[in-house]
């Protein structure tokens, strides 16, 4: 069962404007989560993260909002550039027997265009 | 740079055999992780290692076992492989095994394991 859901395959945004992905998930119990970004042929790297005792946390051009209630967040790139082009998944991790696993939705791939 | 290899970068076996997946965590990266990316999905959590030791498990079957040795080194072993098994294997590193690891958790660039 798919915890954490990424229900936007893919989108496409121009460069200069502002990019948002979305993020659901359905374990309350959730209180960590994290966006990374993935190139083709290279493991995820790590953007940024948000604790549930937040609900925005800030990072340059990136910013991630968590609406706990709706257990929703989503990720704000201003100005999105060619350069984030890149599959981009949310993740979410609990404190729980299972040493830290992360949760991962299944990713949205994100092109900027020109 | 992550500096967490993986090898091989690609590999084909057969049904019913066995392989083995390797992974160089960055040194003093005490945890290790391995996942598996099935085609159009997220990585999903198989294990995590601290300090050689087995500190968590997911949803996967005996069959999927590992090793963490002392030069930051590790292994994911998989017996009597299945074609369901064809996936990207991933693995990342981290300092720690504490609340925020994830932050500093470096991923290697995968295996591609393909079953026949």
């Known amino acids: 069962d798919q915890q954490v859901k990424q229900n936007s395959p893919s989108l496409s945004v121009q460069e200069g404007r502002i990019s948002i992905l979305n993020c659901d998930y359905t374990?309350?119990?959730?209180?960590?989560f994290l966006w990374y970004k993935k190139y083709p042929a290279e493991g995820p790297t790590f953007l940024i993260s948000?604790?549930?005792?937040?609900d925005k946390n800030e990072d340059g051009r990136f910013t991630v909002f968590l609406n706990k209630s709706a257990k929703h967040l989503s990720l704000h790139i201003v100005p999105s550039q060619p350069g984030d082009s890149a599959v981009y998944f949310c993740a979410a991790s609990l404190n729980s027997n299972s040493g830290y696993a992360l949760n991962f939705g299944k990713g949205t791939s994100l092109l900027v265009t020109p | 740079e992550t500096g967490v290899t993986q090898s091989p970068t690609h590999l084909i076996k057969t049904r019913g055999q066995q392989v083995t997946l390797r992974c160089s965590s960055q040194s003093g990266h005490n945890t290790v992780s391995w996942y598996q990316q099935a085609l159009g999905q997220g990585p999903q959590f198989i294990f995590q290692?601290?300090?050689?030791?087995?500190?968590g498990r997911g949803n996967f079957p005996p069959r999927f076992s590992g090793l963490q040795f002392p030069n930051y080194s590790s292994e994911l072993n998989v017996n009597a492989l299945e074609l369901d098994d064809s996936a990207l294997y991933l693995c990342?590193?981290?300092?720690?095994?504490?609340?925020?690891?994830?932050?500093?958790?470096?991923f290697g660039p995968g295996t591609r394991l393909t079953v026949l």
């Open positions: 374990n309350s119990m959730f209180d960590y």
């Open positions: 990342a590193s981290s300092p720690s095994a504490g609340r925020l690891f994830a932050d500093t958790q470096y």
């Open positions: 290692y601290y300090r050689e030791e087995e500190n």
């Open positions: 948000i604790s549930s005792i937040k």
